[in-house]
């Protein structure tokens, strides 16, 4: 039967497809670092109490792809080049989403608006991650060589996303709530593209790899598509509410070492 985890469990159980999926986590995570230590260093002066919480979530997703790469070298294996179609990060700033990569290597103090864009591109990325992340922990917390791995990153992305919450509330009682609603609505209308363009073009580089048949292939992609239909219709709603999150303060403090998994 063709399920999360049975589908996960080969790509996990080959050496080619686990390097590549390792590979492309690995990238899209340490390109995240990148961003998020940008923007701390050119956060407005107003807004300078934001600056150790942006960067505590870059430091974050450094670490993350630390940890895959790790989970690489433990089984003797070397990333590969990361294809151009499974790079979500960089299709998403290509769709216009969050701020582009030119503005950040400027050095000029951002606005308040951007900042807004920022957290309300990270809420809508960082729900996708989380969902994943909990997904593979329920699947995959007791694996020997996956687990401290699959639990870390999880509660790491579940941190993001409370903190992507409680940020834009303080900015939406502050006078931006329009601006939020229709920002984080624009995002998760093009996240949901991109994250179907690149399932899709994940799968059909694991397919090879695997040899999966043109049948498994064709119901994978019609599962992909069933989900981008869904999403659109209904899904996106999840992607854009704002509710005070149980954890406050969730990326307050120093990020934590990542344990060693060579």
Same mark, same amino acid.
């Given at each position: 039967?063709?399920?999360?985890?049975?589908?996960?469990?080969?790509?996990?159980?080959?050496? /080619?497809? @686990?390097?590549?999926?390792?590979?492309?986590?690995?990238?899209? /995570?340490?390109?995240?670092?990148?961003?998020?230590?940008?923007? $701390? !260093?050119?956060?407005?002066? &107003?807004?300078?109490?934001? =600056?150790?919480?942006?960067?505590?979530?870059?430091?974050?997703?450094?670490?993350?792809?630390?940890? @895959?790469? !790790?989970?690489?070298?433990?089984?003797?294996?070397?990333?590969?080049?990361? #294809? #151009?179609?499974?790079?979500?990060?960089?299709?998403?700033?290509?769709?216009?989403?969050?701020?582009?990569?030119?503005?950040?290597? =400027? &050095?000029?103090?951002?606005?308040? #608006?951007?900042?807004?864009?920022?957290?309300?591109? +990270?809420?809508?990325?960082?729900?996708?991650?989380?969902?994943?992340?909990?997904?593979?922990?329920?699947?995959?917390?007791?694996?020997?060589?996956?687990?401290?791995?699959?639990?870390?990153? +999880?509660?790491?992305? &579940?941190? %993001?996303? =409370?903190?992507? *919450?409680?940020?834009?509330?303080? @900015? !939406?009682?502050?006078?931006?709530?329009?601006?939020?609603?229709?920002?984080?609505? /624009? $995002?998760?209308?093009?996240?949901?593209?991109?994250?179907?363009?690149?399932?899709?073009?994940?799968?059909? *580089?694991?397919?090879?790899?695997?040899?999966?048949?043109?049948?498994?292939? =064709?119901?994978?992609?019609?599962?992909? %598509?069933?989900?981008? $239909?869904? /999403?659109?219709?209904?899904?996106?709603?999840?992607?854009?509410?704002?509710?005070?999150?149980?954890?406050?303060?969730?990326?307050?403090?120093?990020?934590?070492?990542?344990?060693? @998994?060579?």
């Amino acid at each position: 039967m063709l399920s999360a985890k049975s589908l996960f469990q080969e790509i996990l159980d080959d050496d /080619e497809s @686990f390097r590549l999926f390792c590979s492309i986590a690995a990238s899209g /995570e340490s390109q995240g670092g990148w961003e998020n230590a940008r923007i $701390a !260093a050119l956060v407005p002066p &107003d807004q300078r109490d934001l =600056a150790p919480k942006i960067t505590r979530h870059g430091a974050d997703e450094d670490k993350h792809g630390r940890i @895959f790469n !790790a989970l690489l070298k433990k089984r003797g294996l070397q990333p590969v080049p990361v #294809p #151009p179609d499974t790079d979500y990060t960089m299709l998403l700033e290509r769709g216009g989403i969050g701020l582009a990569h030119d503005r950040l290597r =400027a &050095d000029r103090p951002l606005t308040v #608006p951007d900042i807004v864009t920022y957290l309300a591109h +990270s809420r809508v990325t960082e729900q996708r991650a989380s969902e994943q992340m909990d997904l593979l922990r329920k699947h995959f917390a007791d694996h020997p060589d996956l687990g401290r791995a699959v639990k870390m990153i +999880s509660q790491d992305e &579940d941190n %993001h996303l =409370a903190y992507c *919450h409680e940020e834009l509330l303080r @900015f !939406a009682r502050a006078g931006h709530g329009r601006v939020i609603q229709r920002t984080l609505r /624009e $995002a998760a209308f093009a996240e949901i593209r991109v994250y179907r363009d690149v399932s899709l073009a994940v799968m059909s *580089h694991m397919g090879r790899i695997l040899g999966w048949s043109r049948p498994k292939a =064709a119901l994978l992609a019609a599962g992909i %598509h069933a989900v981008y $239909a869904w /999403e659109r219709l209904a899904g996106w709603r999840r992607m854009v509410t704002l509710t005070m999150p149980a954890r406050r303060d969730a990326l307050g403090g120093a990020a934590p070492t990542a344990p060693e @998994f060579a």
